[in-house]
């Protein structure tokens, strides 16, 4: 479990002396869905998957930072991988998605940060992608940043991200288990009212349906009426969008969906594989409201659907005329439908469950209490005991 930590002037903050310990949702008995998971239940059980994280703190006032997702061992810009984007609801910053669309392919890592930080982000990203072995001719490079805003925990207008903390988060990148909860591009999230960050899950089909794996990463800042496993978790708490039909919070923020699977999908039903994913994040009570950014970017890492470019002293952009794919026949998708809600519906929990309460800015966003979380699962017989 990899996350690199850039600190500021770091001070330390008005925190409970004994915070409640953190845990995922599995150990908590919360399981959605009928899928194994992976062995880390997390993005990086697909295979050469990998991710980084950079945490940027400083003082009482910054908490923000960077997650880094590779699709592969590879140079992504020279091996190139299917993807599609998905826009659930449109407010927010998505760096690189036209192209990504428009092709069908990912050539770069996928970026998490803050919303100010974006093109700061992806100007470093950039120039980092320019220095490595085979690109030296290269003259148009479609880099991937998404965002959410954590502006309330958060100094956005600084734009704290730097190409340090890219860097670091880049260099950092490694399969295994995923840092969660207040660390890297979710350390000033918010999400229904509690503390929000990063998320993983995955999910392995059985053999008689492929077996292959579905892994998401989440980065989870949005509201809504939070339920767990059904049960009215936010209701519960007195911690939901309207409660207050005047002044109240109305579900407003965002989250980065980014699915990894090994199934042999073309772009095409790999945006069919992402519309699913939505299906993940209502089941947490999101209602994607008027002011949230949701978005989801889905890519396959199987060999069977990537297109590699030539290596270095080819020309710049010059790929072969014709490639062969073989890819996953339509009526073979909907085991792999299934097990990116399941893991979509984990990874946000995982997100809030293991997110740590944060102070800055003079306000205090208190985690998830997983004691009264347990509780409520119990009196609703929704979990096991």
Known sequence: MRSILVVLALIPLALPAQPEPRARARELGVA??????????????????????????????????????????????????????????????LLGSTQVNELGELESPVLLTCTLCVWRVGDALASWMLEQPGMAEVRSLNVVVGETNDGQLNAIRSRPVGAEAVRAALAGAASGPVAEGSVGAGAGTIAFGFKGGIGSSSRVLPSSLGGYTIGVLVQSNFGGVL??????????????????????????????????????????????????????????????????????????????????????????RRGPQTFSTTELANDET????????????????????????????????????????????????????
């Open 32 to 93: 959605p869905g009928i899928f194994a998971t992976g062995r880390w239940n997390a993005i990086t059980d697909v295979a050469g998957v990998r991710v980084g994280q950079s945490t940027v703190v400083a003082g009482d006032s910054v908490h923000t930072g960077v997650t880094a997702i590779f699709p592969s061992a590879d140079n992504p810009f020279l091996s190139r991988v299917p993807a599609a984007i998905v826009v659930g609801n449109g407010f927010g910053k």
């Open 227 to 316: 339920q767990v496993l059904g049960v009215p978790v936010g209701k519960a708490l007195g911690s939901y969008a309207f409660r207050d039909a005047v002044e109240g919070e109305k579900g407003d923020g965002s989250i980065m969906i980014v699915v990894a699977t090994d199934a042999p999908l073309s772009d095409r039903n790999l945006r069919r594989l992402a519309e699913r994913a939505l299906m993940g994040l209502a089941r947490t009570g999101s209602s994607a409201s008027n002011g949230s950014g949701d978005y989801v970017i889905a890519f396959s890492t199987a060999a069977s659907v990537r297109r590699v470019q030539p290596g270095a002293g080819a020309p710049p």
């Open 334 to 385: 909907s085991a792999l439908f299934q097990g990116v809600v399941e893991a979509t519906e984990e990874a946000i929990y995982n997100s809030l469950f293991m997110a740590t309460t944060t102070s800055a800015r003079g306000r205090t966003v208190r985690a998830l209490p997983l004691d009264t979380v347990r509780a409520l699962l119990r009196r609703y017989d929704a979990a096991a005991r």
